[in-house]
Nanobody, 121 residues
């Protein structure tokens, strides 16, 4: 089992930055991929970015390319999402996710509780 705890959300003005963090505990040696998803009010949960735990290979949704950066610290068992040039449409609850396999946008087994990001115009 893997446990995930999301943090770092908040209120920011358009054009600003936030850094989300996901603390990972449990069977960290079993992790293959970590990811961030988001869910805006009334919409489905959407893939944002992912990183493979061992090699650090990244993959991003088109709508965040050039603005968001995912990173991991294997020694500290954390994954971060640096969000720059935020837009009001980035407002959502952001969720950390993990899986033992190499995943892209689907198939994650473990989820954090979510952290709210609100971007004002």
């Amino acid at each position: 089992q893997v446990q995930l705890v999301d943090s770092g959300g908040g209120l920011v003005q358009a054009g600003g930055s936030l850094r989300l963090s996901c603390g990972v505990s449990g069977r960290t040696d079993s992790i293959g991929t970590m990811a961030w998803f988001r869910q805006a009010p009334g919409k489905q949960r959407t893939f944002v970015a992912r990183i493979t735990w061992r090699s650090g290979s990244t993959y991003y949704a088109d709508f965040v390319k050039g603005r968001f950066t995912i990173s991991r610290d294997s020694a500290k068992n954390t994954v971060a999402l640096q969000m720059d040039t935020l837009k009001p449409e980035d407002t959502a609850v952001y969720y950390c996710a993990a899986d033992s396999g190499i995943r892209y946008t689907l198939g994650y087994s473990y989820w954090g509780q979510g952290t709210q990001v609100t971007v004002s115009s």
